[in-house]
Antibody, heavy 114, light 107 residues
Framework: QVQLVQSGAEVKKPGASVKVSCKAS????????MHWVRQAPGQGLEWMGI????????SYAQKFQGRVTMTRDTSTSTVYMELSSLRSEDTAVYYC???????WGQGTTVTVSS | SYELTQPSSVSVSPGQTARITCSGD??????ARWFQQKPGQAPVLVIY???ERPSGIPERFSGSSSGTTVTLTISGAQVEDEADYYC??????????FGGGTKLTVL
C-alpha cells in the first residue's frame, strides 16, 4: 500500500537549519508531486510548497521563499524539506502529503528553542 | 498570494445537517479539497474536486460549489464527525493555500 514515512522529531536552536525526510513506498515515486504542510501548536494547516520528484522542480509559498529548499533522491524514493534560519515561530509539526493529498506522512515535530 | 476564508466554528446537534463554507476568489477558477483533522492526527481528505468523495468516506459528507464559495455539508452529523475542517485550493503556479479552519462541534 502507499505509505509515506517521515524522519523523527528534531530540536533546534534559533538560527539553525532542519532537514526533514519523507520516504515513499507502494507507488512509482516519480509519478506524483509531493506537498509539504506544517501546523504550529494550536494553529491551522499551512501550505509550504510542492516538489515534482520527476524533474525536481519546486514551487514554494511566498512566505518561505529564500528559507525553504525541497529536494528529492530518486534512488531512495525520498523527498526532503530543509528550512533555514529557524525561529521559535517555526515550531510545528511538518507533514509531507502525496499529490492529491489523500496520503499523508505521520508528521515530524520540529521544536525551535534556545 | 491569495486567501480562503472559513467560519471559525460551527455547532450542530447529532442528526442535524452541518454546513461549512469556504470563500475565495481562486475558487471561481480552481477546485477545492476538504480535510478533516482530529486532535493529534494527520488530516484526512474527505472531498476533492469540489464534490468528489474518496473511497471510504461516508456518504453523509458532500461538497458543492457556487462562484467563489464552496460548501462542505455533513448530512446527519454524528458525534464522531466533531473535528477541525480545512478547505484547500491551489493557483495556476501550483501555490496552494488552506483556509483558516472550522471547528465543528456536534453535541
Amino acid at each position: 500500500q502507499v505509505q509515506l514515512v517521515q524522519s523523527g522529531a528534531e530540536v533546534k536552536k534559533p538560527g539553525a537549519s532542519v532537514k526533514v525526510s519523507c520516504k515513499a513506498s507502494g507507488y512509482t515515486f516519480t509519478s506524483y508531486y509531493m506537498h509539504w504542510v506544517r501546523q504550529a501548536p494550536g494553529q491551522g494547516l499551512e501550505w509550504m510548497g510542492i516538489i515534482n520528484p520527476s524533474g525536481g522542480s519546486t514551487s514554494y509559498a511566498q512566505k518561505f521563499q529564500g528559507r525553504v529548499t525541497m529536494t528529492r533522491d530518486t534512488s531512495t524514493s525520498t523527498v526532503y524539506m530543509e528550512l533555514s534560519s529557524l525561529r521559535s515561530e517555526d515550531t510545528a509539526v511538518y507533514y509531507c502529503a502525496l499529490d492529491g493529498m489523500d496520503v499523508w506522512g505521520q508528521g515530524t515535530t520540529v521544536t525551535v528553542s534556545s | 498570494s491569495y486567501e480562503l476564508t472559513q467560519p471559525s466554528s460551527v455547532s450542530v446537534s447529532p442528526g442535524q445537517t452541518a454546513r461549512i463554507t469556504c470563500s475565495g476568489d481562486v475558487l471561481a477558477k480552481k477546485y477545492a479539497r476538504w480535510f478533516q483533522q482530529k486532535p493529534g492526527q494527520a488530516p484526512v481528505l474527505v472531498i476533492y474536486k469540489d464534490s468528489e468523495r474518496p473511497s471510504g468516506i461516508p456518504e453523509r459528507f458532500s461538497g458543492s460549489s457556487s462562484g467563489t464559495t464552496v460548501t462542505l455539508t455533513i448530512s446527519g452529523a454524528q458525534v464522531e464527525d466533531e473535528a477541525d475542517y480545512y478547505c484547500y485550493s491551489a493557483a495556476d503556479n501550483n501555490e496552494g493555500v488552506f483556509g483558516g479552519g472550522t471547528k465543528l462541534t456536534v453535541l
